[in-house]
């Protein structure tokens, strides 16, 4: 079985500032991974993927992050950030067996403050 | 993109009664749709798999008979909380997939449920 661990479970940073917002996971078999993001009063929001292939996966709104399988990490990064930004963000992983099956983290709420 | 729509977007029962959320794909069909069961500050958990014209697969712990799914055509799924509790109580939110795209779910706005 997969679990996920998103240790902060809020991040507040100033605009323009970078982040990282952390992922580890555990799995004994290879695994797929998410981040997905939950903006107020909205539905999660798939904001990158990790399936295969390249390591660094990128978001079309600046976001990235980095498979680690030594690490088992999955961190997520964004070099300078939106007040726009703000959200609440899930890393969530499957195994490639069963890869519909998501297993999500308890979440990291982001706050951009100006 | 792939658009799923939940209804009601909340909802306030009395203990003992029945509610019915319904999860609609908009823009495509799927073929595979998911119901999860969010917990304040906690993470969403699974509770069942369904597939269009097949019975629902109910994770460990969830009871079937409580929750009712129902995944009647390509574009509606039905979750129905049967004489619920206020342990009922939650955010229930479904996700739905293609096989245009069996790797990725898009996820609803979810439905509150308070029940008295």
């Known amino acids: 079985a997969q679990s996920v661990t998103q240790l902060d479970s809020q991040v507040p940073v100033f605009e323009e500032a970078p982040v990282e917002l952390r992922c580890n996971y555990s799995s004994s078999v290879s695994v797929y991974l998410f981040w997905y993001v939950q903006y107020p009063n909205q539905g999660l929001q798939l904001l990158l993927k990790?399936?295969?292939?390249?390591?660094l996966v990128e978001s079309i709104n600046g976001f990235e992050a980095e498979f680690n399988k030594s690490q088992t990490s999955f961190h997520l990064r964004k070099p300078s950030v939106h007040i726009s930004d703000t959200a609440e963000y899930f890393c969530a992983v499957s195994d490639q067996d069963s890869f519909q099956k998501l297993v999500f983290g308890t979440g990291t709420r982001l706050l951009v403050s100006p | 993109g792939a658009v799923v729509s939940q209804h009601p977007s909340w909802v306030i029962c009395k203990s003992g009664t029945s509610v019915k959320i319904e999860c609609r794909s908009l823009d495509f069909q799927a073929t595979t749709m998911f119901w999860y069961r969010q917990f304040p500050k906690q993470s969403l958990m699974l509770m069942a798999t369904s597939n269009e014209g097949s019975k629902a697969t109910y994770e460990q712990g969830v009871e079937k008979d409580k929750f009712l799914i129902n995944h009647a055509s390509l574009t509606l799924s039905t979750l129905t909380v049967t004489s619920a509790h206020p342990e009922d109580s939650s955010f229930y939110i479904c996700s739905a997939s293609s096989v245009l795209f069996t790797d990725t779910q898009y996820f609803g706005p979810g439905t509150r449920l308070t029940v008295l």
């Open positions: 990790y399936l295969s292939g390249s390591t």
